[in-house]
């Protein structure tokens, strides 16, 4: 299997290390896939920047000139957590362009697969706004350049703790691109929404988009299982009824259960299991072509080792035995996690007949 790999230095030329998104999350990744020799097993995917009219492509062009400037003026806040450096406008192109050219040489056969490790992160930038740590949107604009290559469907799945609502919004109203994503709702034991607030179980799509986004939110403390049930019962059907072409899986790694600033309970190791899950499906609807895009993720101990188990699933490798045990979750938690999970079982089997 020629199994792709998008990485380059500039990525680590954004943010800074007292920032909860920093380069020492990549660092962390490449540093373990060195001493496992994973690097050896992957084909390194050469791209170029994206040019601020491709940006455009799902961006405002007036926002993308926003970020161009506040990076040439040395960096500044689009937000209370969204902070540009003086190179993230060059590492956010560089981003976008390596995400682009990853969807490209799988959906033309030269690679089987690919993951793109890259930052900053896409997935909560708007149309015309950056917000959560990103600035632009990597896996939308990966799906328009599979668009523009040719593919006629895409489906973008997002299993980051925090609802994409970036991606969502950009595709809300189109019926090309199916968007899934499973987050986390809300906070521990009942204390309020968690961040972004969107990514209800009724956002379904508008106009020829209708259908076309499925949301599974869910409390505080789902595992696993939990998980694993979500993919086989709502988002594989639905993957098959949309038939795309390529899929992109949105792949942060903050729902892991040490993560410090979510609350899910995710072990290392069902990453390969969710990740077996996507090949699967893949090859039955798109002869296996799939890209997944770094998101968040910020236990970088946790983080490294998820990337590692996602790779080794999708190189056809049994799951590494990382002795990642998860803590205990109080019955309630459980039983709050189960409700909203049968509910969204529920109400996508019934409206989108999966």
């Not at 491709?54 to 003026?73: G, K, T």
């Not at 406008?89 to 040489?105: F, H, I, N, P, S």
């Not at 939990?226 to 098959?240: G, L, R, T």
Request: hydrophobic share 45%; aromatic share 8%.
């Amino acid at each position: 299997m020629r199994l792709g790999f998008a990485y380059d230095d500039v990525f680590l030329e954004h943010g800074h290390e007292s920032h909860p998104e920093a380069p020492g999350r990549l660092r962390a990744i490449m540093q373990h896939l060195q001493a496992t020799g994973w690097m050896g097993e992957l084909t390194p995917i050469s791209f170029e920047p994206a040019q601020p009219e491709e940006i455009a492509w799902v961006h405002d062009a007036e926002y993308v000139e926003e970020v161009a400037q506040l990076s040439r003026m040395g960096g500044g806040h689009l937000d209370f957590d969204t902070e540009a450096t003086p190179r993230t406008y060059e590492a956010a192109l560089a981003a976008a362009g390596a995400c682009m050219a990853a969807v490209r040489k799988v959906l033309t056969g030269y690679l089987d697969a690919a993951f793109c490790a890259v930052r900053p992160p896409g997935h909560h930038a708007l149309p015309a706004r950056g917000m959560g740590f990103c600035f632009f949107n990597n896996a939308a604009l990966a799906a328009e350049a599979a668009l523009r290559q040719g593919a006629e469907r895409v489906a973008i799945l997002d299993w980051d703790a925090h609802h994409g609502n970036g991606t969502q919004e950009i595709f809300y109203h189109r019926g090309d691109v199916l968007y899934m994503s499973i987050h986390q709702a809300y906070r521990l034991g009942g204390g309020g929404v968690f961040y972004p607030g969107t990514g209800t179980v009724d956002e379904l799509g508008v106009d020829a988009g209708l259908g076309k986004t499925i949301n599974v939110p869910l409390p505080a403390g789902a595992g696993d299982q939990d998980y694993i049930e979500a993919f086989e019962k709502i988002f594989v059907p639905a993957i098959e009824l949309h038939a795309p072409d390529l899929i992109i899986v949105s792949a942060g790694y903050d729902a892991h259960h040490s993560d410090p600033i979510t609350e899910m309970n995710l072990s290392a190791a069902v990453f390969h299991r969710l990740t077996s899950i996507v090949k699967g499906v893949a090859q039955t609807t798109c002869d296996g072509a799939v890209v997944f895009v770094l998101e968040g993720g910020y236990n970088r101990v946790a983080l490294a080792r998820s990337v590692e188990q996602t790779l080794r699933a999708m190189a056809g490798e049994p799951p590494a035995d990382d002795n990642d045990r998860l803590p205990a979750v109080l019955p309630a938690y459980h039983a709050a996690v189960r409700r909203y999970l049968d509910h969204a079982i529920e109400m996508h089997k019934s409206r989108l007949g999966l």
